[in-house]
């Protein structure tokens, strides 16, 4: 599996943006990106994902770079339930079908301050 | 639209005992996933079932064992349990095709 490498931990302040960095400069043509968040006590909550185009939704913004070797998760306005664990992870289509293993690493601890 | 659901949430068993988990999938997913996350790790891909069969398998041994029923209802088996088995048991559900997986709430097993 391509390697992702995340900070292990970040702060922010409320209401501020913030930018969740990963790198993966192993990554192959047909590896998808996707961000997960897990807050505490609780599983792991899809973010986002992309291929090759950044992309938002209501939740965060995915910019991926043109080389595709690394990306960056933003969050327009951090608050306080922002503050959670998040993955970067690579995700492999096989066989022109969704492969469901998804292999976490430590993610980035993002901590908000009120 | 209901979310995953997990049963049960805490599970208290004895080294060398058998445990069952079960996993209700989000409405309209087909395709259910298991992990294992240890304290302070990320989860770790234990297996995916799709259409009632194991659909992709992670390092993990035999005694971990799975099912998929017709309405994609799931459940984890774990015979034998060791110490090291201690941990939150998450399952996530999904569309086959499609690459957000949406996870339970998780199982929390500790092994005494």
């Known amino acids: 599996d391509a390697k992702t490498t995340q900070p292990n931990s970040m702060e922010s302040n409320e209401e501020e943006p913030v930018h969740l960095p990963c790198n993966h400069s192993t990554i192959s043509g047909t590896d998808y990106i996707h961000w997960y968040r897990q807050l505490p006590s609780q599983g792991p909550e899809y973010v986002i994902h992309g291929l090759t185009s950044n992309v938002n939704n209501r939740m965060a913004s995915l910019a991926i770079a043109e080389d595709r070797k690394s990306s960056t998760l933003i969050l327009h306005r951090a608050t306080l339930r922002d503050a959670a664990v998040y993955y970067c992870i690579l995700r492999v289509l096989a066989g022109g079908t969704s492969y469901g293993k998804l292999t976490f690493g430590q993610g980035t601890i993002l901590t908000v301050h009120p | 639209e209901t979310g995953v659901t997990q049963s049960p949430t805490h599970l208290i068993k004895t080294r060398g005992q058998q445990v069952t988990l079960r996993c209700s999938s989000q409405?309209?997913?087909?395709?259910v996933s298991w992990y294992q996350q240890a304290l302070g790790q990320g989860p770790q891909f234990i297996f995916q079932?799709?259409?009632?069969?194991?659909?992709g398998r992670g390092n993990f041994p035999p005694r971990f064992s799975g099912l998929q029923f017709p309405n994609y209802s799931s459940e984890l088996n774990v015979n034998a349990l060791e110490l090291d088995d201690s941990a939150l048991y998450l399952c996530?559900?999904?569309?086959?095709?499609?690459?957000?997986?949406?996870f339970g709430p998780g199982t929390r097993l500790t092994v005494t």
């Open positions: 996530a559900s999904s569309s086959r095709g499609r690459g957000e997986q949406y």
């Open positions: 409405s309209g997913h087909n395709t």
């Open positions: 079932y799709y259409r009632e069969e194991e659909n």
